[in-house]
Structure formats: structure tokens, C-alpha cells
């Protein structure tokens, strides 16, 4: 898409701070970082979403991430990790393009219980009616 931000980044049209490339993927630190080396992991081709990214790339995108988060959490020195990704817009997404955020956490780093949801109260009922549309 000519217009989109992130395929112009993640094809080098726009500089970024990448720390990896491929041929499917650009790694690029955050420019609005939330921790210490908050990283993306953008696809080349645009997908607007996960709905819309291909199976195989999906696949690829997580064997990705779980080596960068290896590599980060060791250079870093990194006490955890929060690997995260938004679909629309009610769920936080704000760039559609898909894109896995990489976001290293450290001991007193400000943001523990950030990533938490209260939890929902559901009768035995309406979990097994749930889980029988599921099916």
C-alpha cells in the first residue's frame, strides 16, 4: 500500500532503527518505546491485520520472535517479556498494518500489571454456552 507507514519503514523508504531483516520481515526498535529496547516485527507485504496475515508468515513471525526474544532478553538483561499484538481498532489497534510488538520487561520498570484485565464473572452457563459456539 503506498500510503501505509509501516510498509514504507518496513521496506527502508523511511529510516528506522532496525536491529534484523529478512526477506519477509524489517525489525525496527520502537520510536514511542514503553521499556528499554521495545522492539516491532513488521511484515514487508501489507496485512492489515492477523486476520488477513498468511498462514505461513504467521508461523514464521512467531519462530522470529521467539529468537529475538532469546537474544534481546540476554543482551538486555531483560527479566521478562511481553510479546503483544493488537486486531482493530476497540482492541488498541492504532497502525493497521500487522505488526508484533517485542517488549522487554525489567524488574521496576513501572509497568507491572499495565498488560492486565480485570476479569469477567461468568455463570457455569454462559462459559458452557461459550464454549459450545466455540466448538
Not at 18 to 29: A, G, P, R, S
Not at 73 to 100: C, K, P, R, W
Not at 103 to 131: A, N, Q
Request: with cysteine.
Amino acid at each position: 500500500m503506498s500510503d501505509c507507514i509501516f510498509c514504507k519503514l518496513a521496506n527502508g523508504e523511511i529510516p528506522t532503527r532496525k536491529i534484523y531483516e529478512d526477506d519477509l520481515f524489517t525489525v525496527f526498535m520502537d520510536a514511542s518505546p514503553v521499556t528499554r529496547g521495545h522492539s516491532l516485527i513488521v511484515p514487508k507485504r501489507h496485512c492489515d491485520n492477523l486476520y488477513s496475515l498468511p498462514d505461513e508468515e504467521a508461523g514464521k513471525i512467531m519462530i522470529l520472535a521467539r529468537k529475538l526474544v532469546t537474544h534481546m532478553t540476554e543482551v538486555l538483561h531483560a527479566d521478562g517479556f511481553n510479546i503483544m499484538q493488537n486486531n482493530g481498532e476497540v482492541a488498541g489497534q492504532s497502525v493497521f498494518h500487522y505488526h508484533l510488538h517485542l517488549i522487554p520487561r525489567y524488574k521496576g520498570d513501572g509497568h507491572e500489571g499495565r498488560l492486565s484485565w480485570p476479569t469477567l464473572t461468568l455463570s457455569d452457563e454462559e462459559l458452557d454456552e461459550i464454549r459450545d459456539s466455540l466448538r
